[in-house]
């Protein structure tokens, strides 16, 4: 609705479908100019399901090595949605946290106080049967907000 400056967040993982996620997002969000310009929130989950990431990490590597690889999978997750971000023109904040992703995406999507949460509807996960992954299906059936599925 135009007069009214919106939050949208988007949930990345670095996957394919995340970044189509991230598309649709960039395009919610660059609809307004001006003072009622929408601002843009992307979140990343840092969680323990390493395997998800197996092809850069090794298990049993020094704590700073682990941080290293941490930021690079990070700067990994935020590529598309900066890149974006900067080629729209659209105000761009990044936020990184620590644990179960569905419900850190659900509160940070509270605390935010976002008009509209955007997902992916599966993502780095290797059950590619289901048409809903495990941390989309949790967000959409508790987030306090409207939810924006992007099919794979
Ligand atoms: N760790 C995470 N941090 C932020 N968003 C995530 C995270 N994991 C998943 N998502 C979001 O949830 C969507 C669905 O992923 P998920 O439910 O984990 O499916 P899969 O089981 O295929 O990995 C992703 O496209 C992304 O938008
Ligand atoms: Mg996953």
């Known amino acids: ?5 919106r939050k949208i967040m988007v949930a990345v993982d670095g996957s394919a479908v995340s970044d189509k996620a991230v598309k649709e997002a960039i395009w919610l969000a660059g609809t307004q100019e001006g003072s009622f310009k929408n601002k843009l929130i992307a979140v990343f989950i840092k969680n323990d399901r390493v395997r998800d990431y197996d092809d850069l990490f090794v298990r049993g590597i020094p704590i700073a090595e ?5 930021e ?3 700067d990994h ?16 904040e990044e936020v990184v946290a620590e644990g179960e ?3 850190r995406i659900v ?9 509209l949460l955007v997902i992916g509807s599966t993502g780095k ?10 941390v989309s299906a949790e ?3 508790r987030a306090g907000c409207g939810v924006y599925v992007v099919r794979a």
């Open 1 to 5: 609705m135009l007069g009214i400056r």
């Open 139 to 141: 967000v959409i059936e």
């Open 101 to 103: 992703p569905a419900s």
């Open 72 to 74: 690079k999978i990070i």
């Open 77 to 92: 997750a935020f590529f598309v949605v900066r890149k974006l971000a900067a080629e729209k023109g659209v105000e761009l």
């Open 107 to 115: 509160a940070l999507a509270q605390k935010y106080d976002v008009d």
């Open 125 to 134: 996960g290797s059950m590619k049967r289901a048409f809903l992954g495990s």
């Open 66 to 70: 682990v941080r290293e690889r941490w």
